[in-house]
């Protein structure tokens, strides 16, 4: 069976078997108890627990019956037919789940977002379908954006701001952002909370078992625990725009008169828990910059990287959500960085740990240092009767694109190599993954492992990836090795004095 569909039966198995019961109870409830979620009419969110999980029990089961239809088609079925079937079924099947988990906001919502990204060995169709969930979600009605706005500001959209469009620019799984002009006259962005998504989220992590099937249907093999851990911590912390607000000034400080990267500035006088006024911001989504030149291409991606592992070092802080939706790019390299609600800070000696794993596995090749430094750390446990080839294998694969003093590519095929390294429970590496233990602090700097590298797979990002990391770790403190770093080395040198 192709991995694409055994994917795709997994999740009907494991979704819909365990979800039978619940939507069972959830047909049984009253009409006026059940509200559409994600509709441009009434509440925007499901809050049923129960409810939320059932939608996805009907998921699986259509998709059980769907794969039952085709194999039984395929049996009659010449060779190309068989594979227009399968093709068939796995984007019926993928536009049905996208729409699902795009109408149900909250928690469930960002695992399809994550999953869209991720996976750069899913199915076309299937990798198509749940790519709707990286620009914008069902949006919300025009009336219930006006009811938070005065509850949160004190007036409706169109008092507290001297113009308001009531289209919405973008539309995610927390909120939907819609452009505005304050009195004084400068162009802003709002974001405004969909009403009742802190319900449906709480209700999402209440239900560990909900989360635990969505990870099964999307990363067969992986053991869901910590991602689901701090998906919790993460996402409490996201429902505050507040904690958001704090995020994006730290970074805007930090990056302000950047020649390449750019964060919007918090309007503070029109931001509170659950609105976020800051700077209007224009530019290019991610899926035109594919369209752009090779030149432009890499200056992205150099952009891209400079910003994650930079702010690491630099900032002690990270943006964990490495969404394509959350960039704006104009040509030469430049980029504005939206969306602080999923921030990661470090404390120093989370960081120097980081140090000590890229000084043991890159600098000195030292894989007998590199593993006392997991050990003492936790990702593994002494007594792991595992060669330290293997570990040299398994590990070395996540730095080998900083390994060498030279030009690569980070190809669609490495990225989706990182992918199952991280989920493949059956590949060679087996043993070491099952015991392997992921500290908190480190669930969410793994995306840069996933998502990132996932974008670089698509642009063909290539570079020196050794000699601009050399640059951003501090206890290298490498020269400039591009034109971007002496024009950010220029600028950081105006800063100190």
């Not at 149900?104 to 960002?110: L, Q």
């Not at 851990?229 to 302000?256: K, M, P, S």
Request: glycine share 10%; with cysteine.
């Amino acid at each position: 069976m192709r991995r694409g569909l055994r994917r795709t039966l997994t999740a009907a198995l494991v979704v819909g078997g365990v979800g039978a019961g619940a939507a069972v109870v959830a047909r049984r409830r009253s009409a006026g108890a059940t509200a559409a979620a994600g509709g441009t009419t009434g509440p925007v969110a499901s809050v049923d627990r129960l409810e939320r999980t059932a939608r996805l029990a009907g998921i699986g089961a259509r998709a059980g019956t769907g794969y039952a239809v085709m194999r039984a088609r395929s049996l009659v079925a010449d060779d190309a037919q068989r594979e227009s079937l399968e093709a068939e079924y796995q984007l019926r099947t993928a536009e049905q789940v996208a729409s699902l988990l795009g109408g149900m906001k909250g928690a469930v919502m960002k695992l399809g977002q994550m999953a869209s990204y991720l996976d750069q060995g899913l199915p076309e169709p299937v990798r198509a379908a749940l790519s709707e969930l990286q620009a914008d979600a069902p949006p919300m009605a025009p009336e219930l954006v006006a009811e938070v706005v005065e509850r949160e500001l004190g007036g409706v959209p169109d008092t507290v701001f001297a113009e308001w469009d009531p289209v919405p620019l973008a539309a995610a799984s927390i909120g939907q952002v819609h452009r505005a002009r304050t009195h004084d006259g400068r162009e802003v962005a709002v974001k405004v909370q969909y009403p009742g998504v802190d319900r449906a989220i709480a209700a999402d992590l209440e239900n560990t078992d909900l989360l635990f099937q969505v990870m099964s249907l999307l990363f067969p093999g992986m053991d869901p625990v910590p991602i689901v851990g701090e998906l919790r911590e993460r996402l409490v912390e996201e429902l505050d725009y507040r904690i958001e607000a704090d995020h994006q000034r730290t970074f805007a400080e930090y990056y302000r008169g950047h020649p390449f990267i750019h964060v919007p500035e918090v309007v503070d006088d029109r931001s509170t828990a659950r609105v976020l006024t800051t700077e209007l911001v224009e530019g290019a989504r991610f899926a035109e910059v594919l369209t752009w030149p090779e030149e432009e291409r890499q200056l992205a991606a150099e952009c891209l990287y400079r910003f994650a592992f930079g702010s690491i070092y630099g900032l002690r802080a990270f943006n964990g959500d490495p969404h394509p939706g959350n960039y704006l790019f104009r040509p030469g390299g430049r980029i504005s960085f939206l969306d602080y609600g999923l921030c990661k800070r470090f404390t120093d000696d989370e960081v120097s740990i980081f140090e000590r794993m890229i000084r043991a596995m890159v600098l000195d090749r030292d894989i007998v240092g590199f593993r006392r430094v997991v050990e003492d750390v936790g990702i593994l446990s002494p007594g792991l009767d595992v060669p330290v080839s293997d570990l040299a294998d398994y590990f070395g694969h996540f730095y080998e694109f900083v390994m060498e003093d030279r030009v690569l590519e980070i190809t669609p095929e490495w990225s989706s190599q990182s992918v199952r390294a991280f989920f493949d429970l059956s590949g060679p590496h087996a043993e070491i993954m099952k015991a392997a233990n992921l500290p908190p602090s480190m669930v969410v700097i793994q995306r840069i492992n996933l998502g990132l590298f996932a974008l670089f797979g698509d642009l063909g990002a290539r570079g020196n990836w050794r000699r601009i990391a050399e640059e951003l770790w501090p206890f290298v403190d490498g020269p400039p090795s591009t034109p971007m770093g002496e024009a950010i080395a220029e600028w950081a040198a105006t800063r100190r004095s």
